[in-house]
């Protein structure tokens, strides 16, 4: 059997320009009196799609779930799901279900009715609503606890219950609004990869909101990071870790040093960037400006090396004093100071048990990476 | 997220109530005002209307010229109203004050008592408001008069050998207003003081305050909000209190509420009554204004 | 903090109470009293509660009482609970100043304003003065309690509980029967019992809005108290306390069990 992973790899609609969009926000604003929350947005989710929107708190992630589900409309711009325009439809008639940052279990009703209360309101026939409840106690392992009132039940319990109650009428599109934040962090990890297997066995859409980029990284498909009320980048997570389209969305997602320069010229792949300290460096990747523009170079920590000596196959190095390092067992943090100040950091995996020889605080030391190591940011 | 009216349910939520408010809260105060405008008569009703609903706004414009302030300058002319407007606003705030002294200890003691006890006091504090005003005012009919129970007592323990005249005084007004209001003075405080970190207190005495420059600088100050709240709501209805002072302050003690009392049901002069309850509406206008924004900020902050 | 004893603290509570409930508790005993003289204490008897009952004004005067304080806190209890929603939900609309200087007037308007201001409004429209008035003006006045005591609940209420109940396909309506009000319940409750003890006491607007063959039972009380303080009274005072007591702590024993229960649940299952 395939694993997960190895599927999901050769899941890539929003690659093929055939492919239409499930879920199409086009031009949507949304305005709270003077604040801007969604500012002039467009975005597509394609159907079997877990996608997820990143963003700092205040950023319009969770306006534009809730303009999905339709507790929010937008000021301006459309929604459209499968084709319709969601436009004066009210959250009580969208194929849409969401589960709550809160979870929102209903404090008087059991596990049972809780799962039970989004098909009673279709009025299913009741031998079919408990054949369905049964189904999704089931799915979540609850089985047992079909009686018990939501305060009887543990944290991951409540959030089982609120999963099974927005899956219980098969939606369209599942929203969740930071599904994890609630749990400790061993419980979320377990929780993201039955998520992943949830969203792919029952084949739904899944549009989450987070704003932990390590559980949008493990669960999504793709992710959108937004800043005040903007998309910056919609990318799958491999692309917007190695190639950020932009400084904030480099210095959002993981560390990264980054190095302001001037284009010196650019050629059969090749880029030269002098950088303010007068450094040359020479990088394989496109930089997307002419010479003489100011231009950034986007390095990851664990792509640097750090030694005594210039590695003599090194294309780029800088030279510098070790000014903390930060030993974390499996790897090794080194901060270097450079001649001018600046402190670069670079992650050394610690693939050696004996640290013979290490460099230790006020050493000097030398900071290479490779011409392909980095990325060429432009204004 | 603040959300506009939509929907039938929405609106009719708040139009059943609004509209009940508007016809049995507001309105009524133009006919009051209306009728203070009017001249005494012997009839039924008891005077005669300014306007009249069937004449139209032809009618009213007519009729705006029959309007006359004569009853206010009535007001205005008898000392017995200045003098009852006064009364009423000096008992009011010395009873005020007084509830205050009873109430804080009170409320500083259940804040600071154990954790536990504490639902249990505030429900002791909470019974008596639950049992009728009137019992409570009458209870003390009974202990005050001269050969009352509060006379027996004093007697009995010597220390007095003549009873104190305290029935039918403007003192068992006051007794009455702080035995009343004081639950309404407690439940402000005690919100107020039971929020409180303690820990303000403690360093401030860790700083070198003594426990009484650290009740009055850190403390009383922080408990202002409760202050005011609760000396509101004993001010506001004090002033106008009927009860009290024609039960315990006997024809001794002028107070308004009884004036407008005896106005409308012994002199049956309605229209001087509509304006004796006008000035007093105007008079308590501002701090009902004050309280009313005040409970609309303390929601604000609470949502 | 967690509280302690002090001397200062307990001296307070020990003052501060027995001046709330001494007199009462007199007025109790009193009621017991076998001598007609309210202050001389001359043997236990409870002759003046047997007369009571052989008195026919006072309990037409308590079973008017019972009916109007009834109806009154019911529909306030609907107007009140509406009223509340009404100022949580929608913050901005034509007149909201207005409408919730309303809602809060009321709780500190003299009452002889309340009473007179009604009185001239039923007159002004022709309404015969009587149990329907009466009923009219308790609800009027009631409503703005009931409103205060549920909407300091709806504030903390969860929102997203509604949206919750809205995104699994309910009505903003149903949302509200099913989910909402289940919850906010015991504060609606409870705005029902304060709305029907100010009822049951209300001396001022009463006097003003009833006419005649609705006597209330404090009107009653009233015109007896002016005539001196007598057993009888001491008696209808001692029921009505006991009545109102029986409730209070009923309901908050109910509440208290209640929350413990879940307390307990809670714990386990955490623990387990």
Redesign the interface.
């Known amino acids: 059997m395939a694993s997960l992973g190895s599927i999901r790899r050769s899941f890539a609609p929003w690659a093929d320009p055939k492919a239409k969009p499930y879920i199409r926000f086009e031009n949507v604003t949304k305005r709270f009196s003077d604040f801007v929350a969604v500012d002039d947005l467009s975005l597509s989710i394609y159907e079997r799609e877990f996608f997820a929107l990143l963003g700092a708190s205040g950023c319009g992630k969770t306006t534009l779930l809730r303009m999905l589900a339709g507790f929010e409309q937008p000021t301006s711009g459309r929604i459209l799901l499968d084709g319709q325009d969601l436009r004066g439809v009210p959250p009580y008639r969208r194929p849409v279900n969401m589960m709550f940052q809160s979870y929102a279990l209903f404090p008087h009703m059991t596990v049972e009715a809780n799962i039970a209360f989004g098909l009673k309101q279709d009025r299913m026939p009741k031998a079919e609503i408990a054949e369905r409840v049964r189904q999704m106690l089931k799915l979540v392992k609850l089985e047992p606890f079909a009686k018990r009132k939501p305060h009887q039940l543990s944290g991951g319990q409540r959030q089982r219950v609120a999963l099974a109650r927005s899956l219980a009428k098969r939606p369209k599109v599942l929203l969740l609004d930071e599904p994890l934040g609630a749990l400790d962090k061993k419980l979320r990890e377990e929780t993201q990869f039955e998520l992943m297997d949830l969203q792919h066995d029952l084949g739904l859409t899944f549009v989450v909101v987070t704003h932990d980029q390590e559980e949008a990284m493990t669960m999504a498909d793709r992710i959108a990071i937004m800043d005040k009320g903007r998309v910056l980048q919609v990318a799958t997570p491999a692309e917007i870790y190695e190639a950020p389209a932009s400084r904030f969305v480099a210095d959002f997602i993981g560390s990264i040093n980054i190095f302001e320069g001037s284009l010196v010229k650019e050629s059969a792949g090749m880029t030269e960037i002098r950088d303010t300290s007068g450094a040359d460096f020479r990088v394989a990747a496109p930089a997307r400006a002419a010479p003489g523009d100011l231009v950034w170079l986007a390095i990851r920590p664990e792509k640097m090396r750090v030694s005594r000596e210039r590695p003599p196959e090194a294309e780029n190095a800088l030279n510098g004093e070790v000014w903390d390092i930060a030993y974390l067992g499996d790897m090794t943090i080194y901060n270097v100071k450079l001649d001018d100040g600046r402190i670069v950091k670079a992650s050394m995996i610690n693939s050696m048990r004996r640290l013979e020889d290490a460099l230790t605080w006020h050493d000097r030391a030398w900071i290479s990476f490779p011409a392909d190591a980095g990325v060429v940011l432009a204004e | 997220m603040r959300k506009l009216v939509s929907g039938l349910g929405g609106r009719a939520v708040i139009a059943v109530p609004y509209l009940w408010l508007f016809i049995f809260f507001l309105v009524p105060f133009f006919i009051v005002l209306k009728i203070s405008l009017s001249q005494v008569t012997i009839a039924i009703p008891p005077y005669i209307p300014v306007f009249n609903w069937q004449d139209g706004l032809a009618g009213f414009f007519q009729k705006l010229g029959a309007l006359s302030l004569d009853n206010y300058l009535w007001l205005a002319d008898d000392p017995l109203y200045v003098n009852a407007y006064l009364s009423s606003l000096r008992i009011a705030a010395v009873s005020t004050l007084l509830t205050l002294l009873v109430g804080y200890p009170l409320a500083y003691g259940m804040a600071r008592a154990p954790l536990a006890v504490r639902p249990i006091l505030l429900m002791m504090v909470i019974l008596p408001f639950w049992t009728s005003f009137l019992i409570r005012v009458y209870a003390w009919i009974g202990i005050l008069k001269p050969e009352g129970l509060l006379n027996q007592f004093l007697m009995f323990l010597g220390i007095i050998d003549q009873p104190l005249v305290i029935a039918n005084t403007t003192t068992a007004v006051y007794i009455g207003i702080v035995y009343s209001y004081l639950p309404f003075m407690v439940l402000p405080l005690y919100a107020t003081l039971e929020k409180m970190d303690y820990s303000l207190i403690e360093a401030a005495e860790d700083l070198g305050c003594t426990p009484l420059a650290a009740f009055w600088k850190i403390t009383f100050p922080l408990s202002l909000a409760g202050v005011l709240a609760g000396c509101m709501l004993v001010f506001i209805p004090a002033v106008g209190e009927f009860v009290i002072p024609d039960l315990l302050g006997g024809s001794g003690t002028l107070m308004i509420g009884k004036t407008l009392w005896n106005e409308f049901f012994a002199n049956r002069d309605w229209p001087v009554s509509s304006a004796v309850a006008i000035v007093l509406l105007l008079i308590l206008v501002l701090p009902i204004v004050y309280f009313q924004r005040a409970q609309a900020r303390a929601q604000e902050r609470a949502g | ?6 001397r ?6 020990v ?3 027995a ?3 001494l ?2 508790l ?2 109790v005993i ?1 009621s017991f009293n076998e001598s007609r003289l ?2 001389v204490w001359a043997g236990f008897s409870t002759r003046w509660y047997v007369s009571l009952f052989s008195n026919r004004g006072l309990m037409d005067a308590a079973w008017v009482t019972a009916r109007v304080a009834f109806i009154s806190a019911t529909v306030a209890t609907v ?2 609970t ?2 509340a ?2 100022l ?6 034509r ?1 909201r100043l ?9 709780l ?7 009473g ?3 009185l ?2 039923f ?2 429209i022709g309404f015969d003065r009587g149990f329907m008035t009466v009923t ?2 308790h ?2 006045f009631s ?2 309690f009931v ?1 205060v005591v549920v ?2 609940r709806l ?2 209420f ?1 929102r ?2 509604e ?14 029967f ?2 909402t009000l ?2 906010i319940l015991p504060a609606v409750i409870s705005g029902w ?1 304060l709305a029907f ?1 100010l009822s ?2 209300d ?2 607007i009463a ?2 809005t009833s006419g005649p063959g609705a006597t209330t039972l ?1 009107m009653k ?2 015109s007896q ?2 005539l001196g ?1 007598t057993p009888e ?2 008696a209808v ?1 001692t029921i ?2 006991g009545i ?2 029986l ?2 702590i009923a309901a ?1 024993v109910v509440n ?1 069990r209640r929350e413990v229960r ?1 307390q307990r ?2 714990r ?3 623990a ?1």
Do not use: H
């Open positions: 903090m967690a509280g302690t004893w002090g200062f603290n307990i001296t307070a509570l003052l501060g109470f001046f709330l409930y007199p009462i007199l007025l009193y309210v202050t107007l009140g509406m009223a929603v009404a949580t939900r929608y913050t901005r609309f007149g207005l409408f919730s200087g309303m809602v809060f007037a009321p500190v308007m003299p009452e002889v304003i309340t007179l201001s009604l001239l409004l007159v002004a009219l003006a609800i009027t409503m703005c409103a909407q300091s504030v903390s969860d997203s509980l949206e919750a109940a809205m995104d699994l396909g309910a009505t903003p309506l149903r949302a509200f099913q989910v289940p919850i019992m003890t049951l006491d001396l001022v006097s003003f404090p009380i009233y108290v002016r303080v009274i001491n005072c009505l306390i109102v007591t409730g209070v908050s208290k879940r649940e809670e386990l299952a955490f387990g």
